[in-house]
């Protein structure tokens, strides 16, 4: 079993690495892929770059060209609900895309022919990173992640995509990484600490919290590679 860790930022893969024995890297497709082995597993890290677009992309190529049989996602996110604080984890059950648009044709909002709003995430995988909050006595959140290409930094925003999707998070990349995971098969999760709220100081929270709420997100991933191999 060949492991995938995305994040979006050098930030959200640097805890990982650090914590590597050995690390192969390879230059492909304007991208950095690090293969590793961790407590004797195989994982191919990479950081995609912000968005949709460079997110998809590097989940493709984790697969089909590194071969990885399951993807995860570790990284930061901006908060909905009001139950999360910064630094807090989250689970996606299922992912949509906020900024997906064509209700001009009678169709819901995040919704293509063909698409589907929201895509689910892995149950087992999910199960897992249940099994290991509780084992570190950590709360973790379970709820819809809204993605789009666009850092919401405003009230109304964030309201019209908590009542549109029933979402419980923001972020940029998660819907993306489960079209791709979803068209190919491949299971997948997605996990984000919290950056900030989404709200006129987001820009400010982001770059004060990125790199611990990033910590977070990675220590606890590296532990669910623990338990998927068990
Ligand atoms: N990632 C972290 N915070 C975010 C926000 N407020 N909007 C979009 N993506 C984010």
């Known amino acids: 079993?060949?492991?995938?860790?995305?994040?979006?930022?050098?930030?959200?893969?640097?805890?990982?690495?650090?914590?590597?024995?050995?690390?192969?890297?390879?230059?492909?497709?304007?991208?950095?892929?690090?293969?590793?082995?961790?407590?004797?597993?195989?994982?191919?890290?990479?950081?995609?770059?912000?968005g949709k677009v460079f997110s998809a992309l590097t989940a493709t190529i984790l697969i089909e060209k590194f071969g990885c049989q399951m993807v995860l996602f570790s990284g930061v996110a901006g908060a909905i609900s009001s139950e999360l604080k910064i630094g807090d984890l989250i689970i996606a059950?299922?992912?949509?895309?906020?900024?997906?648009?064509?209700?001009?044709?009678?169709?819901?909002?995040?919704?293509?022919?063909?698409?589907?709003?929201?895509?689910p995430t892995d149950t087992k995988l999910r199960e897992i990173a249940k099994k290991v909050a509780s084992n570190k006595g950590i709360a973790l959140k379970e709820g819809i992640i809204a993605t789009g290409d666009q850092f919401v930094a405003c009230s109304d925003k964030k309201s019209w995509v908590a009542e549109t999707f029933k979402a419980s998070a923001l972020e940029m990349e998660g819907a993306s990484v489960a079209v791709v995971c979803n068209a190919l098969g491949i299971p997948f999760f997605i996990l984000r600490a919290i950056s900030d709220t989404a709200n006129d100081e987001a820009g400010m929270d982001f770059d004060t919290f990125l790199e611990s709420s990033a910590k977070i997100s990675a220590d606890f991933i590296l532990d669910m590679v623990d338990e998927i191999y068990a």
Do not use: W
């Open 1 to 50: 079993m060949k492991i995938a860790i995305i994040g979006a930022m050098r930030e959200e893969i640097d805890p990982l690495l650090s914590k590597m024995d050995s690390v192969i890297e390879t230059q492909y497709a304007n991208n950095i892929y690090y293969e590793a082995i961790y407590n004797g597993k195989k994982l191919v890290i990479a950081y995609s770059k912000i």
């Open 93 to 119: 059950d299922g992912l949509c895309q906020h900024d997906l648009d064509i209700t001009a044709f009678g169709h819901p909002y995040g919704y293509v022919p063909e698409g589907e709003v929201c895509i």
